[in-house]
């Protein structure tokens, strides 16, 4: 039984990175309705972001992710100017092959520069120990940033006023227009946002597991199905998601093959589909 708990409490640590890893995407479709699928790319680059940081300056990898998410920004920037601008508003399909060409531009340079090998941030924190079973102190400090990261999206769009007016934006962009509110603007800084996000969740994954340039693409799936379970339009609903599905995979790790989480995963993802259109805690996904 304490195997299970201990499993659970772990599934919980690692389900707040899935959940902000899913953040800026829900943020994305929720606001532009574009599916980008730049962001596992963005994730994978967040990991070597961080890995090239710390093998530079060699300090805190907590205090790297503060760069991290302002060059997640810039990046998100060049991408919407690059690939999204021209087509928002417009038919999914011309998002989702705009961002696909980004994407694979992306992971193409990163196999170039660093092939797919594995790679780590070789970086510890103390841990807690309860009973026989030790949490490390990555896990615990990576949960910590999440919360506090997806703490602060909240703040931001609910009581800044460029905030609201990304609430304004996705609740109706052209009464947003006739109110003054210039949604280019608005749409180019929620892309940066959720770049920056998805960065700073690759960063965070990188002091917790080995990576490559692929890796992405895993938390890209997670972070679809975390966005359906919240719902669109409920970027910090992401973050309970998130736990959610950490929880059942802390569940179901004991008793199950490591292979078998996807399957129950993406199980789980057309149940919600099938009788929770809109998500467990938004409007429809």
């Known amino acids: 039984m304490s195997g299970i708990f201990a499993s659970l409490l772990d599934g919980l640590l690692v389900g707040c990175v899935y959940g902000l890893?899913?953040?800026?995407?829900?943020?994305?479709?929720?606001?532009?309705?574009?599916?980008?699928?730049?962001?596992?790319?963005?994730?994978?680059?967040?990991?070597?972001?961080?890995?090239?940081?710390?093998?530079?300056?060699?300090?805190?990898?907590?205090?790297?992710?503060?760069?991290?998410?302002a060059a997640g920004f810039a990046a998100g920037i060049v991408v919407y100017w690059m690939a999204v601008y021209r087509v928002v508003g417009r038919p999914a399909l011309m998002s989702l092959l705009s961002t696909f060409a980004v994407n694979m531009m992306i992971i193409g340079i990163g196999t170039t520069l660093w092939s797919t090998s594995p790679y780590n941030v070789n970086f510890n924190l103390p841990g807690i120990s309860l009973g026989p079973y030790t949490f490390t102190g990555n896990h615990i400090a990576a949960a910590i940033a999440a919360v506090i990261l997806a703490g602060a999206l909240h703040l931001f769009l609910y009581y800044t006023r460029f905030g609201r007016a990304i609430r304004a934006v996705a609740d109706n962009r052209d009464a947003a227009e006739l109110m003054g509110i210039s949604s280019t603007r608005v749409l180019m800084v929620t892309f940066g946002v959720g770049s920056a996000l998805a960065v700073a969740s690759g960063g965070l994954i990188a002091t917790l597991f080995p990576f490559t340039i692929l890796s992405g693409g895993v938390y890209q799936l997670r972070s679809f199905v975390v966005t359906v379970l919240a719902g669109l339009g409920r970027p910090v609903g992401a973050l309970f998601a998130g736990i959610l599905l950490g929880l059942l995979e802390g569940a179901v790790t004991p008793f199950i093959a490591i292979s078998w989480i996807p399957l129950i995963e993406f199980g789980l993802f057309v149940v919600v589909l099938v009788l929770f259109p809109r998500g467990l805690f938004g409007r429809n996904a």
């Open 21 to 69: 890893a899913a953040i800026g995407l829900n943020l994305i479709w929720g606001v532009m309705g574009v599916i980008n699928l730049t962001h596992g790319a963005m994730i994978a680059l967040g990991m070597f972001g961080l890995y090239l940081l710390f093998s530079s300056l060699a300090v805190n990898a907590y205090i790297l992710l503060l760069p991290i998410l």
